[in-house]
């Protein structure tokens, strides 16, 4: 649920020194793979170019979590975020009956 995952990454890039590195980890990852079914479900070049962009960029950080600082990880959570939002702006249009979007 977009929604759900939105208001978590949120909630932790405002609270990040409280999490662990697996709980921050399982959120990236989460993050990459909303967008990308969101990118799969609006027939974006990105899903059918592989790994790229934040898609690339939330897992590689979900996988070298330690190598990150609380600021990095944060900034990506948010960024992840504004995403998010674009993309459901995008797939609210793409589902509304016709003459509605």
């Given at each position: 649920?977009?929604?759900a995952i939105t208001a978590d990454l949120?909630?932790?890039?405002?609270?990040?020194?409280?999490?662990?590195?697996?709980?921050?980890?399982?959120?990236?990852?989460?993050?990459?793979?909303?967008?990308?079914?969101?990118?799969?479900?609006?027939?974006?070049?990105?899903?059918?170019?592989?790994?790229?962009?934040?898609?690339?960029?939330?897992?590689?950080?979900?996988?070298?979590?330690?190598?990150?600082?609380?600021?990095?990880?944060?900034?990506?959570?948010?960024?992840?975020?504004?995403?998010?939002?674009?993309?459901?702006?995008?797939?609210?249009?793409?589902?509304?009956?016709?003459?509605?979007?």
């Amino acid at each position: 649920m977009p929604i759900a995952i939105t208001a978590d990454l949120l909630h932790a890039a405002d609270q990040i020194e409280q999490l662990t590195s697996l709980e921050r980890s399982i959120l990236l990852r989460r993050a990459a793979a909303l967008i990308h079914g969101y990118y799969i479900r609006l027939g974006s070049i990105e899903a059918l170019a592989g790994p790229c962009g934040i898609t690339f960029d939330l897992s590689a950080m979900a996988s070298g979590i330690d190598l990150f600082g609380g600021t990095a990880i944060s900034e990506m959570m948010r960024e992840a975020v504004v995403v998010i939002g674009m993309l459901q702006e995008q797939d609210d249009v793409f589902s509304a009956p016709v003459g509605q979007g």
